[in-house]
């Protein structure tokens, strides 16, 4: 039998795309792709946004976006917000419409969602992926060129347990790993002490195990949680908070690695 082969089609409209993943739930994956599209954004990338959790999409509401896509009978235009360009399945359904989809739903979401929607001269697409090591994942990785993935973590052993499944899937498919992200590693309490409430070291232990960069750690902050809600991401509506710091360094990483100004 011959062996299958998967032909890797760029994202319309987009230089690079880069996803951010975590095989565990809840880690922060939204909340690290919003606020890290927006930290590019201000270093003066064009940035697409793609919400690729499809039974649980974040974006409608870390952006605050509650109105459908227009589509020009072909294609979808992207919902322009905080100068990202925005697309969500969130966007097309009703708030609390539970997604019943087989697989092979998600996989044709997905492809319209890269090659039916008119993201325009962008630098990179932000990918925000679903927890799990599943269809979404496979999809992305087999069918689109992905020019890196960031692993999102938090520092507890539940957690990394599934990471590493993560890691060893995106290794397997072929998929640069670009770094691991400790997020709510510590919490500063008001005595300015750090208390790691998850655990301490675990991420980076995890990157240096499997030869991976570690790309540093996010304090628990309950601002983030809260502007999250707002819909308005910390690193827009709270450029000098010591968080959006931290993700404008990390976009200046980014941004340097993939594009030489
Ligand atoms: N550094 C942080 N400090 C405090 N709260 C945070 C931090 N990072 C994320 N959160 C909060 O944790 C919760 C989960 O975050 P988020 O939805 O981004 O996770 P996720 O990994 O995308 O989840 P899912 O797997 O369901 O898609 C949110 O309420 C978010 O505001
Ligand atoms: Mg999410």
């Given at each position: 039998m011959k062996p299958k082969t998967f032909v890797k089609n760029p994202i319309n409209g987009t230089k690079f795309t880069i996803a951010i993943s975590s095989a565990k739930g809840g880690v922060g994956k939204s909340t690290f792709a919003s606020n890290i599209s927006i930290?590019?954004?201000?270093?003066?990338?064009?940035v697409g946004l793609l919400d690729a959790d499809i039974y649980g999409p974040s974006?409608?509401?870390?952006?605050?976006?509650?109105?459908?896509?227009?589509?020009?009978?072909?294609?979808?235009?992207?919902?322009?917000?905080y100068e990202i360009q925005c697309m969500s399945i969130g966007f097309l359904t009703e708030e609390q419409t539970p997604m019943i989809w087989r697989g092979p739903m998600v996989t044709s979401a997905i492809k319209t969602f890269t090659q039916k929607v008119s993201w325009k001269n962008l630098d990179f697409i932000i990918v925000d992926m679903p927890p799990g090591t599943g269809d979404t994942q496979l999809t992305f990785s087999q069918e689109i060129k992905m020019d890196g993935v960031i692993i999102v973590s938090t520092p507890q052993e539940i957690a990394l347990q599934d990471v590493k499944r993560g890691i060893k899937m995106f290794d397997k498919l072929g998929v640069k790993i670009i770094g691991l992200i400790d997020n709510m590693s510590y919490f500063v309490g008001d005595d300015n002490k750090k208390y790691p409430i998850f655990g301490e070291g675990g991420v980076k232990k995890t990157a240096e195990e499997f030869n991976k960069e570690f790309l540093g750690e996010i304090p628990i902050e309950p601002e983030i949680g809260k502007l999250g809600d707002l819909g308005t991401p910390i690193v827009h509506s709270k450029p000098e908070n010591k968080i959006s710091k931290i993700y404008l360094?990390?976009?200046?990483?980014?941004?340097?690695?993939?594009?030489?100004?």
């Open positions: 930290a590019l954004s201000k270093l003066g990338c064009k974006l409608p509401k870390l952006f605050s976006i509650n109105h459908k896509p227009e589509s020009d009978g072909k294609n979808l235009k992207p919902i322009l917000k360094e990390l976009a200046k990483k980014i941004k340097s690695t993939y594009l030489l100004n």
